[in-house]
């Protein structure tokens, strides 16, 4: 069961569409974001199917240099032009998309800054993984989910 947070909403997922999930069981999500991209995933007719953090790709942490695991959000195949294509997507907050910004609080600065640098080495090492495995590697933020 997923960990509770006062600032995240968490839980179990339970699809309209069951026969499109293609993953581990119960499906959780780990925010608000997540939870709105999965009920895109299972309720649009394009999408043929949809798993969640059923895809794991090895990257090297910036930090230790050591090869670790990056469980990516979600995969899905959707039909466009007629055909299928298949995605990876990862949904974070725009503002962990970015480099931070400079700002007196030194120790916040350097949180962000590793966590960028995590996350630009899973997302090199997910775009690598997908034009290997002829998939579209994607980073979904609140505006991207907004406009779905």
Not at 2 to 7: C, S
Not at 28 to 55: F, H
Not at 94 to 113: A, F, G, M
């Amino acid at each position: 069961m997923p960990k509770t947070y006062k600032n995240y909403k968490q839980g179990v997922f339970k699809p309209l569409h069951p026969e499109k999930y293609k993953g581990s069981h119960p499906i959780l999500y780990r925010s608000k974001l997540e939870l709105d991209v999965m009920y895109w995933l299972d309720n649009s007719s394009k999408v043929i199917q949809w798993g969640s953090e059923s895809i794991v790709i090895p990257y090297i942490h910036p930090k230790d240099g050591k090869a670790h695991r990056y469980f990516v959000d979600f995969n899905f195949t959707m039909m466009r032009d007629d055909k299928p294509e298949k995605y990876l997507v990862e949904v974070k907050p725009s503002k962990q998309t970015v480099p931070p910004k400079p700002r007196k609080n030194k120790k916040s600065l350097h949180y962000e800054s590793v966590q960028y640098a995590i996350n630009s080495s899973k997302w090199r090492s997910a775009e690598a993984w997908c034009e290997k495995h002829g998939y579209k590697f994607l980073i979904f933020t609140e505006k991207h989910i907004k406009n779905k």
